[in-house]
């Protein structure tokens, strides 16, 4: 089984700070977070760990679904660019979320918010394609903002175009997925953080109401060979659900 953590958890402090606490946490891998503070990454740096990566695409300021062309465009740019990163530095897969809309566009302009989404999401998957990059896209919490909160609908359009998802377990959970329903063909990476459906509170392995032994061991009984990644708030929920992995699974 191939655990990591994102160094979403020290986001407030530099990339080498979480670096060394999920190397000195004998993790094996570490996911990326592409975005400011760690919007320039050096790839000597990372050299320099005893890890393996994967990278999470920006995701604050960015749109791939946004009606306005040069706030598209320019998303779509940026994101290609933590692809780049991630065919320069060899990382496992690259976390792409499938865009957002808001009040007006949600009302008047849904079928064009969606279409933009979808066309985009092609884009940036032939992109990864062509480096042989593994690109994912990452199914999202019940937010109205938010689209592609149906994991179903995400796997029939991305089994159509023969691209991969990002399984987050606990988007899934609060999107109302039970854990007996949250396995597709498709998924080729995990988030994996607990909450009680309420909220998406990125919460430690076990202090949420997830039957997260339910969907571990389905995705292993299916040959799941990806990483799963303790996407948690703090480095102390790192710590407690790497503890849990290893005592669970």
Do not use: W
Not at 105 to 112: A, L, Q, S, T
């Amino acid at each position: 089984m191939k655990i990591g953590a994102s160094t979403l958890a020290g986001i407030e402090y530099d990339l080498e700070n979480a670096l060394d606490f999920i190397e000195g946490l004998g993790l094996e891998y570490a996911e990326l977070v592409h975005q400011f503070p760690s919007e320039v990454i050096d790839a000597e740096l990372l050299e320099s760990y005893n890890l393996k990566y994967s990278i999470h695409a920006p995701f604050m300021d960015v749109n791939i679904a946004s009606l306005q062309d040069q706030s598209r465009l320019n998303s779509i740019k940026q994101i290609k660019s933590s692809i780049d990163l991630a065919n320069e530095i060899d990382a496992e897969a690259v976390v792409i979320h499938p865009g957002v809309t808001s009040y007006l566009p949600n009302k008047f302009f849904k079928k064009e918010v969606n279409e933009f989404a979808m066309k985009s999401m092609v884009e940036l998957g032939r992109y990864g394609e062509d480096l042989g990059v593994l690109t994912t896209f990452e199914n999202m919490p019940a937010f109205e903002s938010m689209l592609f909160n149906d994991m179903k609908k995400l796997n029939e359009f991305l089994t159509s175009h023969e691209l991969y998802m990002t399984l987050d377990i606990g988007h899934a959970n609060h999107a109302g997925y039970p854990a007996e329903a949250m396995y597709f063909d498709s998924i080729k990476h995990i988030h994996i953080h607990d909450n009680f459906g309420d909220d998406d509170s990125h919460l430690p392995l076990g202090e949420g109401a997830i039957d997260l032994k339910c969907i571990v061991n389905t995705l292993e009984k299916n040959n799941y060979d990806g990483i799963y990644i303790l996407e948690v708030n703090d480095y102390d929920s790192i710590e407690k659900s790497y503890k849990y992995m290893k005592e669970n699974f």
